[in-house]
């Protein structure tokens, strides 16, 4: 199915079985404005890794030029049921941090102001009774009210990232402040005592995926909901360490002593950010030395000394953050009922997050809530995949 746009120039379409490995999402990608998680590889591993294992359908909606057919516009959705609501979404999966629209910058400022836009997006995407999408920054923000059709949301947290400066050692005493900077010195030098201790990228495909596993074991038990304890989601990351130690799109890291792992910290390489995702350390046995804090230093370091300009933290209001120099980012949610049904869903779901307030606050056993929506719960839950 094919739907001509407001501006005639453009032709929309749905296709669910769209190839982020190919040649033309790769050319689109190197010509847009989007982020590293609309890196082909990250997109192509979520499409086939991670999708079928939650019960979505991937439901790619691409636009091409009319008459010449080249793709400029890809928008990666998923579609899945959750007690009979129909929910689509930006492909997230709870592991992507920025959703963005896949747009030719040539032909941007053409497409949001599509005044079909929205309709046309809805109509592809079939039946629908909520749209999400999770993470938008800024940049992003006009594309993606032009294909809602509804204006953003403020989320509850923010992004942290930090311009890199040189040389690294003068920088990062003014960017860290000099209390922040002597303290790291002090636990770094304390730490490089031992005997041979080693800070070193992981140069092969094999050993980035095995990492992950590792990286997985030394952070169990320790966050509530992880998402990398989920086999699914920890083969995801493998996957695409391996794959992406041998583009260059991914960085994997690991901090030791002897034969004993202190520290792996995985993250993506993208237009010269390094955007930091996962940390693994072995607190029962290096907790003195905080080995985390040192991994983002020895990173920075390397990163800059590698040509890279910024340290993106990417989502979460972590305190200790602020102490890397790091600057917050708003980030924006979309979540729109489309029917009734998404109505009230939408509305239990609310009353569900109003009566564990209340709850939390007033420690005494709360009032039966009232069921609006089945699906609320479900809902509630789905937000952290």
């Given at each position: 199915?094919?739907?001509?746009?407001?501006?005639?120039?453009?032709?929309?379409?749905?296709?669910?079985?769209?190839?982020?490995?190919?040649?033309?999402?790769?050319?689109?990608?190197?010509?847009?404005?989007?982020?590293?998680?609309?890196?082909?590889?990250?997109?192509?591993?979520l499409a086939?890794?991670?999708?079928?294992?939650?019960?979505?359908?991937?439901?790619?909606?691409?636009?091409?030029?009319?008459?010449?057919?080249?793709?400029?516009?890809?928008?990666?959705?998923?579609?899945?049921m959750?007690?009979?609501?129909?929910?689509?979404?930006?492909?997230?999966?709870?592991v992507?941090?920025?959703?963005?629209?896949?747009?030719?910058?040539?032909?941007?400022?053409?497409?949001?102001?599509?005044?079909?836009?929205?309709?046309?997006?809805?109509?592809?995407?079939?039946?629908?009774?909520?749209?999400?999408?999770?993470?938008?920054?800024?940049?992003?923000?006009?594309?993606?009210?032009?294909?809602?059709g509804?204006?953003?949301?403020?989320?509850?947290?923010?992004?942290?990232?930090?311009?890199l400066g040189?040389?690294?050692?003068?920088?990062?005493?003014?960017?860290?402040?000099?209390?922040?900077?002597?303290?790291?010195?002090?636990?770094?030098?304390?730490?490089?005592?031992?005997?041979?201790?080693?800070?070193?990228?992981?140069?092969?495909?094999?050993?980035a995926?095995?990492?992950?596993?590792?990286?997985?074991?030394?952070?169990?038990?320790?966050?509530?909901?992880?998402?990398?304890?989920?086999?699914?989601?920890?083969?995801?990351?493998?996957?695409?360490?391996?794959?992406?130690?041998?583009?260059?799109?991914?960085?994997?890291?690991?901090?030791?002593?002897?034969?004993?792992?202190?520290?792996?910290?995985?993250?993506?390489?993208?237009?010269g950010?390094?955007?930091y995702?996962?940390?693994?350390c072995?607190?029962?046995?290096f907790?003195?030395?905080?080995p985390g804090?040192?991994?983002?230093?020895?990173?920075?370091?390397?990163?800059?000394?590698?040509?890279?300009?910024?340290?993106?933290?990417?989502?979460?209001?972590?305190?200790?953050?602020?102490?890397?120099?790091?600057?917050?980012?708003?980030?924006?949610?979309?979540?729109?009922?489309?029917?009734?049904?998404?109505?009230?869903?939408?509305?239990?779901?609310?009353?569900?997050r109003?009566?564990?307030?209340?709850?939390?606050?007033?420690?005494?056993?709360?009032?039966?809530?009232?069921?609006?929506?089945?699906?609320?719960?479900?809902?509630?839950?789905?937000?952290?995949?």
């Amino acid at each position: 199915m094919v739907f001509p746009s407001a501006d005639s120039r453009f032709d929309y379409s749905v296709d669910c079985a769209f190839d982020f490995f190919g040649a033309e999402y790769a050319a689109l990608f190197s010509s847009a404005n989007a982020t590293a998680f609309q890196h082909p590889q990250w997109l192509g591993a979520l499409a086939r890794d991670v999708a079928p294992g939650r019960g979505a359908k991937n439901l790619t909606i691409t636009g091409r030029l009319s008459g010449t057919g080249e793709l400029v516009f890809v928008l990666p959705l998923t579609r899945r049921m959750i007690r009979g609501v129909a929910m689509v979404e930006c492909a997230d999966f709870g592991v992507t941090d920025y959703s963005a629209p896949v747009v030719h910058t040539r032909y941007r400022k053409h497409l949001v102001t599509d005044s079909r836009l929205a309709r046309t997006i809805l109509a592809l995407a079939g039946h629908c009774d909520i749209f999400r999408v999770k993470a938008i920054r800024d940049e992003h923000g006009s594309m993606w009210a032009a294909i809602a059709g509804t204006d953003l949301q403020p989320a509850d947290f923010s992004a942290h990232s930090v311009a890199l400066g040189s040389p690294y050692a003068q920088w990062r005493t003014q960017a860290f402040g000099k209390s922040h900077a002597r303290y790291l010195d002090r636990k770094r030098k304390r730490f490089e005592k031992l005997e041979g201790v080693r800070f070193e990228v992981i140069g092969d495909s094999q050993s980035a995926h095995d990492a992950i596993f590792e990286l997985a074991s030394l952070r169990a038990g320790r966050f509530d909901n992880d998402p990398i304890q989920d086999p699914l989601i920890c083969r995801f990351y493998a996957n695409v360490a391996r794959d992406g130690e041998k583009s260059g799109y991914t960085r994997t890291y690991r901090l030791s002593e002897n034969d004993n792992t202190v520290g792996i910290v995985f993250g993506t390489v993208h237009d010269g950010t390094y955007n930091y995702l996962l940390i693994g350390c072995d607190y029962d046995g290096f907790s003195r030395h905080s080995p985390g804090l040192l991994m983002y230093d020895y990173i920075m370091a390397d990163w800059l000394a590698a040509g890279g300009s910024v340290f993106d933290f990417t989502i979460g209001d972590e305190p200790f953050k602020a102490k890397f120099g790091t600057t917050p980012t708003a980030i924006a949610t979309i979540t729109r009922a489309t029917s009734m049904q998404g109505r009230l869903a939408l509305t239990a779901k609310g009353i569900g997050r109003r009566l564990r307030t209340m709850r939390a606050t007033i420690k005494t056993p709360p009032p039966l809530a009232p069921v609006a929506a089945s699906a609320a719960p479900e809902i509630e839950r789905s937000q952290n995949d």
